[in-house]
């Protein structure tokens, strides 16, 4: 079973370059989510999509912006990276959740360095 | 301003003792709480979670405490093993009226090595 499956898995951009992160599911989740890691702010959401050609801001949107055109894929993209997008991004992927328990499935991480 | 925090940010147990994962939160809104379990170079795992209605649920090893009262959660492993050995963290789970749907807001984690 794939899961969650992101690429790429490492990249070093120069600043003001541009990129892609591309996120699949192949358990036909309605929900997805894009997270990113940093040291001492635990994950913090970005942008999610409660089904296909839905997308909506988390808590820390600005520099990214995010598709969804088919259901088992979730894009996020950085128009001109900054150092500070320097993190480890997670997608994630979920049922749509009836209660608060309800479980996400993680990528395996993407770690990105922008100098 | 951190809903969610986990204070300690690693801990060390011998192997077959009890570890004891802490995690502390100021919302009161928050309905059910998770703990996720990560890997190096792996994204989390779920692991265990606990409703704010309740102040116990075990799965086998994992036991999660919570006293709201003291707005304190911790997640006792028993025995702990080398496999344990991983970033915990801590979630909670708030119902978003305006949306329909859940927000969840993770602590930063706690690093546990199980000593061999």
């Known amino acids: 079973n794939a899961g969650v499956t992101q690429t790429p898995k490492f990249r070093v951009l120069k600043t003001g370059q541009s990129m892609t992160l591309l996120c699949a599911q192949d358990?036909?989740?309605?929900?997805m989510y894009w997270y990113r890691q940093d040291p001492g702010m635990g994950l913090r959401l970005i942008h999610y999509s409660v089904g296909e050609g839905t997308t909506a801001k988390g808590e820390v949107p600005d520099g990214y912006n995010v598709s969804r055109l088919k259901k088992q894929n979730f894009l996020l993209g950085l128009e001109s990276a900054a150092p500070s997008q320097t993190s480890v991004y997670f997608c994630?992927?979920?049922?749509?959740?009836?209660?608060?328990?309800?479980?996400?499935?993680f990528g395996q991480g993407t770690r990105l360095t922008v100098v | 301003d951190q809903q969610v925090k986990q204070n300690s940010p690693s801990l060390s147990v011998q192997e077959g003792r009890i570890s004891i994962l802490n995690c502390d939160y100021t919302?009161?809104?928050?309905?059910?709480f998770l703990w996720y379990k990560k890997y190096p170079a792996e994204g989390p795992t779920f692991l265990i979670s606990i409703s704010s209605i309740k102040d116990k649920n075990e799965d086998g090893r994992f036991t999660v405490f919570l006293n709201k009262s003291a707005k304190h959660l911790s997640l006792h492993i028993v025995p702990s093993q080398p496999g344990d050995s991983a970033v915990y963290f801590c979630a909670a789970s708030e119902y978003q009226f305006t949306s329909g749907t859940y927000k969840y807001i993770f602590g930063t984690g706690t690093r546990l090595k199980v000593l061999a």
């Open positions: 358990m036909n989740h309605e929900y």
């Open positions: 994630a992927s979920s049922q749509r959740p009836h209660r608060g328990n309800t479980e996400a499935f």
């Open positions: 919302n009161s809104m928050f309905d059910y």
